[in-house]
């Protein structure tokens, strides 16, 4: 889509906020297209961006939008000049805030259907979509009523972490994932492991 990306020539920050519009209503359509209902929001300061119904389940659903390998997954920022930004304190979406993230890539029109229990688990700010490849184009996660019960409970986590007997490949699906001083490697491993398996 970058052919064609901002010719009216607007200014950044109020492209970024039109570029957000623009990932909803992307996503309302492709969620409508998969045979779900869609509700939008009547308050743009809502914690979530619309609500998705499948077999009379409802799920909040935050939507973010990407044009590079990774994604932002925080709440409470906005662009446009009339934002002070010094008054805005971003924070990571956690499962109050939502049910699911679905983030919208424009460079490869792919979509990652993400529980918000994940986001929590991780906790980063910008994840690689190279870490969200267990979620890309997964709307058939919504036919398992809560997507939160997907993940692991403490107790499975710990026993996960401590067994000697997971062999991690570092290297399969995880490349070029820059880690943070201090972070949990195998934790953010194992997290994308058992997610993958979860959805298989």
């Not at 970024?16 to 990932?23: I, M, N, P, Q, T």
């Not at 979509?129 to 499975?156: H, Y």
């Amino acid at each position: 889509m970058k052919k064609f990306q901002n010719l009216t020539k607007l200014p950044d920050g109020s492209f970024r906020s039109l570029k957000g519009y623009a990932g909803e209503s992307i996503i309302s359509g492709l969620a409508m297209y998969a045979g779900y209902m869609i509700y939008i929001q009547a308050w743009r300061d809502s914690k979530y961006d619309l609500i998705l119904d499948h077999d009379g389940t409802l799920f909040r659903c935050s939507v973010k939008t990407t044009s590079t390998s990774s994604v932002n997954v925080t709440t409470g920022t906005r662009s446009g000049q009339q934002i002070q930004k010094d008054k805005v304190k971003p924070q990571l979406i956690t499962r109050k805030d939502c049910d699911v993230v679905i983030v919208y890539s424009f460079n490869t029109n792919s979509t990652y259907v993400v529980p918000s229990s994940f986001i929590q688990a991780v906790k980063r700010d910008n994840i690689s979509l190279n870490l969200l490849e267990p979620f890309k184009d997964k709307w058939k996660i919504f036919r398992c009523k809560i997507p939160n019960k997907l993940a692991p409970t403490q107790v499975q986590m710990r026993n996960l972490l401590k067994s000697k007997n997971i062999k991690i490949n570092y290297k399969k699906k995880l490349d070029g994932i820059k880690f943070k001083a201090g972070e949990n490697k195998k934790r953010i491993h194992l997290l994308h492991s058992y997610y993958s398996k979860q959805l298989e």
